[in-house]
């Protein structure tokens, strides 16, 4: 197995104590193992899974060429170019109805969307084009060419393509996809389980009264909420005190039951608590100094118990914190590990309301409010107060303004990047 040393030797620059955000992200890709078991599910219950094979069209969908329009099949070859073209109705296509016989030159046949075209028909005049009477139909010159609102068999997806590729999350269009293929059942990865506790002795649970000097564990209801969108297995630990047994007792249940465990707190340089400690025991385990803001302190590394590993993400204790470095670094691990091929998240460009002092050497992750300005662009305003404790920053806000690691302060109107938090599927 490789060690933390071998990877940090192929992260280029690596500096524990300064590492900017793009460094730490690919160590933790190296990092990170994936599972490999697949279940089959029926497509309803894939929904947000991770593909575990390709999948090969076994029909061409549609099947047959077929109709775009309610109309007329005809010959492309029969139209005039100049006048306009007479021919004789033969019958009717329905949708579902098998192919009809022959249809001659100088005849059609009225057809419905979705019906199969005889063979030799090539066009579709939509009806509201044409004069019928006595079965007969005159179509005038001009109006449709050869080719015209016919779907070609395959066009959807053709027979021994690879319509969807492994390591693909399914998003609404592939399981309909799925379904037009004829697939009921589909092969995915295993969930992740994932494990997550929050480490502090001022930490009180909701329902617990709150002694003076203690506060709610926000970080465990946050990192919940995010993992759920994530579709893991939850291993919910609860809080843990600061007490080397109970950390013991806490890191190695995660090791032997979950894939991954996150914390919160007790990771920063200087801290009091013995969470670093029983983390650097129980494995290997780096703290981090990571050149950003907010989210500064991480511990990361594998554990182990009883024969068994999980991957360790010590995320820092300030509620904000927790969340930046969630989506900065753990988001991606977790979908890696899963089997999911991540795609990058797409990114806005919007012009900053307001000037915003920043230091070139750290990145930095301001919650910001994007909205359209009176012209219909993108602008974006920073929420509040951006202490990294204050989480309403994080709750007000609807994307997360990226200041990139080289990037100086920003005046009022230039554009930044701002990675919004709602999408479409
Ligand atoms: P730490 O990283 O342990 O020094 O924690 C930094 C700050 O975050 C302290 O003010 C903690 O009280 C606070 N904090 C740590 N864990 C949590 C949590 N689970 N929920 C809310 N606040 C927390
Ligand atoms: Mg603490």
């Given at each position: 197995?490789?060690?933390?040393?071998?990877?940090?030797?192929?992260v280029?620059?690596?500096?524990?104590?300064?590492?900017?955000?793009?460094?730490?992200?690919?160590?933790?890709?190296?990092?990170?193992?994936?599972?490999?078991?697949?279940?089959?599910?029926?497509?309803?219950?894939?929904?947000?899974?991770?593909?575990?094979?390709?999948?090969?069209?076994?029909?061409?969908?549609?099947?047959?060429?077929?109709?775009?329009?309610?109309?007329?099949?005809?010959?492309?070859?029969?139209?005039l170019?100049?006048?306009?073209?007479?021919?004789?109705?033969?019958?009717?296509?329905?949708?579902?109805?098998?192919?009809?016989?022959?249809?001659?030159?100088?005849?059609?046949?009225?057809?419905?969307?979705?019906?199969?075209m005889?063979?030799?028909?090539?066009?579709?005049?939509?009806?509201?084009?044409?004069?019928?009477?006595?079965?007969?139909?005159?179509?005038?010159?001009?109006?449709?060419?050869?080719?015209?609102?016919r779907?070609?068999?395959?066009?959807?997806?053709?027979?021994?393509?690879?319509?969807?590729h492994?390591?693909?999350?399914?998003?609404?269009?592939?399981?309909?996809?799925?379904?037009?293929?004829?697939?009921?059942?589909?092969?995915?990865?295993?969930?992740?389980?994932?494990?997550?506790?929050?480490?502090?002795?001022?930490?009180?649970?909701?329902?617990?009264?709150?002694?003076?000097?203690?506060?709610?564990?926000?970080?465990?209801?946050?990192?919940?909420?995010?993992?759920?969108?994530?579709?893991?297995?939850?291993?919910?630990?609860?809080?843990?005190?600061?007490?080397?047994?109970?950390?013991?007792?806490?890191?190695?249940?995660?090791?032997?039951?979950?894939?991954?465990?996150?914390?919160?707190?007790?990771?920063?340089?200087?801290?009091?608590?013995?969470?670093?400690?029983?983390?650097?025991?129980?494995?290997?385990?780096?703290?981090?100094?990571?050149?950003?803001r907010?989210?500064?302190?991480?511990?990361?590394?594998?554990?182990?118990?009883?024969?068994?590993?999980?991957i360790?993400?010590?995320?820092?204790?300030?509620?904000?914190?927790?969340?930046?470095?969630?989506?900065?670094?753990?988001?991606?691990?977790?979908?890696?590990?899963?089997?999911?091929?991540?795609?990058?998240?797409?990114?806005?460009?919007?012009a900053?309301?307001?000037?915003?002092?920043?230091?070139?050497?750290?990145?930095?992750?301001?919650?910001?409010?994007?909205?359209?300005?009176?012209?219909?662009?993108?602008?974006?305003?920073?929420?509040?107060?951006?202490?990294?404790?204050?989480?309403?920053?994080?709750?007000?806000?609807?994307?997360?303004v990226?200041?990139?690691?080289?990037?100086?302060?920003?005046?009022?109107?230039?554009?930044?990047?701002?990675?919004?938090?709602?999408?479409?599927?």
């Amino acid at each position: 197995m490789t060690t933390l040393a071998d990877i940090a030797s192929c992260v280029s620059g690596y500096d524990p104590n300064a590492l900017p955000v793009a460094q730490a992200q690919d160590f933790i890709s190296r990092l990170v193992p994936q599972v490999d078991a697949a279940e089959s599910l029926p497509i309803r219950s894939a929904l947000g899974r991770v593909l575990a094979h390709d999948v090969v069209s076994a029909i061409d969908v549609p099947a047959h060429d077929n109709s775009a329009m309610d109309g007329y099949a005809l010959r492309g070859s029969d139209l005039l170019v100049d006048a306009p073209t007479a021919l004789d109705v033969v019958g009717t296509g329905f949708a579902g109805d098998s192919a009809v016989g022959e249809v001659l030159a100088g005849q059609c046949l009225r057809i419905m969307t979705g019906a199969v075209m005889p063979a030799g028909l090539d066009t579709v005049v939509p009806q509201e084009f044409v004069e019928a009477n006595d079965g007969k139909v005159v179509i005038p010159s001009g109006i449709v060419r050869p080719g015209d609102n016919r779907r070609r068999a395959g066009e959807d997806l053709a027979a021994g393509e690879a319509v969807l590729h492994a390591g693909r999350v399914l998003r609404p269009a592939d399981i309909g996809m799925l379904a037009s293929l004829g697939q009921a059942e589909v092969r995915v990865r295993r969930r992740l389980r994932v494990a997550f506790f929050s480490t502090g002795n001022e930490l009180r649970s909701v329902g617990e009264t709150l002694p003076p000097g203690c506060v709610y564990d926000s970080n465990r209801y946050t990192l919940w909420a995010m993992l759920q969108r994530l579709n893991v297995d939850l291993l919910d630990m609860g809080v843990v005190r600061d007490d080397p047994p109970a950390l013991e007792a806490a890191f190695r249940h995660a090791a032997e039951n979950a894939d991954a465990v996150i914390t919160s707190g007790g990771v920063s340089v200087g801290e009091a608590d013995h969470t670093k400690q029983v983390m650097a025991e129980l494995g290997d385990v780096l703290f981090w100094r990571i050149a950003m803001r907010p989210g500064r302190p991480m511990a990361i590394g594998r554990i182990e118990s009883g024969g068994h590993a999980a991957i360790l993400f010590g995320l820092p204790g300030n509620p904000v914190a927790v969340m930046v470095t969630f989506y900065a670094f753990v988001r991606e691990a977790l979908l890696k590990m899963g089997g999911a091929v991540p795609q990058p998240l797409p990114m806005l460009r919007a012009a900053s309301v307001k000037a915003m002092r920043k230091k070139p050497g750290r990145t930095e992750y301001q919650r910001g409010v994007v909205s359209r300005a009176t012209d219909g662009s993108w602008q974006v305003e920073i929420t509040g107060s951006q202490g990294s404790g204050i989480l309403r920053s994080m709750s007000e806000a609807n994307g997360l303004v990226v200041l990139h690691h080289e990037q100086g302060s920003v005046e009022a109107g230039e554009l930044v990047d701002v990675l919004p938090f709602d999408g479409l599927v």
